[in-house]
């Protein structure tokens, strides 16, 4: 049982470079999210999927966009990857309701020159 | 802004002590509450969970959570050096799933 995979593991990006991350689920969990995790500042929340055919903004939106392909991908795009872009980047899923843990992906580390 | 609060750390403690970790939020309204623990390059790692006021016991952990004084706290009993990590805390606040995190506690076990 895999869990939540992210793919590509690292990756060195130059400015104004695009890139799509790629994270699936395989416990048929309803709900996905995207967090970006920088020194001191936590776990922010990009964009989450509540359930198959939706999306919606989280915390730190701004210069990226996501597809939540079929009930188990949800993928993170950047258009045009910025230094200010370089972070580990995380994917969860859960099964949805509000009061369910969310499990994490391994994540992937991500630098941009 | 709902916020989580938690001190940065480092929270030192020797090797069989019992290491507590405290977290306050913002949201009076807030239903559910976790605890991660994650180890440096690592991804967060489900800890514990708690809902109702009072204490809840898994193995060597204890989570506690106060709803009145807004405050949830994860104890360690028997401190191993395997358990220096930093520990996140998380709250699903009032009418969403979203969880907002702490910035973690970074805890060092002395052996």
């Known amino acids: 049982n895999a869990g939540v995979t992210q793919t590509p593991k690292f990756q060195v990006l130059k400015t104004g470079q695009s890139m799509t991350l790629q994270c699936a689920q395989d416990m048929n969990h309803n709900s996905m999210y995207w967090y970006r995790q920088d020194p001191g500042m936590g776990l922010r929340l990009i964009y989450y999927?509540?359930?198959?055919?939706?999306?919606d903004k989280g915390e730190v939106p701004n210069g990226y966009n996501v597809s939540r392909l079929n009930k188990r991908e949800f993928s993170l795009r950047l258009e045009s990857a910025a230094p200010s872009q370089t972070s580990v980047y995380f994917c969860?899923?859960?099964?949805?309701?509000?009061?369910?843990?969310?499990?994490f992906g391994d994540g992937t580390r991500l630098s941009i020159l | 802004q709902k916020e989580v609060e938690q001190n940065s750390g480092p929270l030192s403690v020797p090797e069989g002590a019992i290491a507590s970790l405290n977290c306050t939020y913002s949201d009076r309204g807030s239903q559910s509450f976790f605890w991660y623990r994650q180890y440096s390059g690592k991804s967060p790692e489900l800890i514990m969970f708690?809902?109702?006021?009072g204490d809840k016991e898994d193995g060597r952990f204890t989570a506690q959570l106060n709803k009145a004084s807004q405050y949830v706290s994860l104890l360690i009993r028997d401190s191993q050096p395997s358990d220096s990590a930093t520990y996140l805390c998380a709250v699903i606040g009032s009418g969403t799933y979203k969880y907002i995190f702490g910035t973690g506690t970074r805890l060092k076990v002395l052996a």
């Open positions: 969860a899923s859960s099964v949805g309701s509000s009061n369910q843990p969310q499990h």
């Open positions: 999927s509540a359930s198959e055919g939706t999306t």
């Open positions: 708690i809902y109702s006021n």
